[in-house]
């Protein structure tokens, strides 16, 4: 069976390029031309938003290296351990909401000191696949689509965020029992 997958995966993209190809064709539609001015479209799209993207890294690379993020961990030790929460994830919860390519660091230093099957390690992994790069996101695709009113996108991605993290608490804690 993970053969048969592994074969399928090898032959996807190719498959997926030939008939986008062949569509185009039978469609008289000039195919290299339109691929061409979607990559130059393309290309605009990350001029454009390169700048928030170095500042969001630069920013998340100041903290870290700061101590910043360790200071914030031992500050609200207290009530995010009542929570049952681990204290030493308080800094990858928020950097996740930042960047996900700093977080993943911040990862292999977690399960560097506390091992991928300890508890604070599976936290953690539920935890990266139950939350998003809130800021990257919206900075990312609301300044690639000129949304300049977000409404409620905010609260929402923060309450979901918060129910991503109260999730893997829950479910990391069920797989340590049983």
Do not use: H, W
């Amino acid at each position: 069976m993970a053969s048969v997958l592994s074969n399928i995966s090898n032959i996807i993209i190719p498959v997926l390029v030939f008939y986008i190809v062949a569509y185009g064709a039978l469609n008289k539609t000039n195919v290299y031309e339109e691929f061409v001015k979607g990559a130059k479209d393309g290309l605009k799209t990350v001029v454009g938003i390169m700048p928030t993207l170095v500042a969001l890294m630069t920013a998340v690379g100041v903290l870290r290296a700061s101590g910043f993020l360790d200071f914030l961990g031992n500050l609200v030790r207290p009530l995010s351990e009542r929570a049952g929460f681990p204290a030493e994830l308080v800094p990858l919860a928020f950097i996740k909401m930042f960047s996900s390519s700093a977080a993943t660091g911040l990862v292999l230093d977690i399960f560097k000191n506390y091992g991928t099957d300890s508890m604070i390690g599976l936290i953690t992994s539920i935890m990266m696949s139950c939350t998003e790069t809130i800021f990257y996101t919206m900075s990312v695709y609301f300044l690639a689509a000129k949304v300049t009113k977000t409404r409620y996108t905010l609260t929402g991605a923060l309450l979901s965020t918060f129910a991503g993290i109260v999730a893997s608490v829950v479910l990391a804690g069920r797989m340590m029992q049983g």
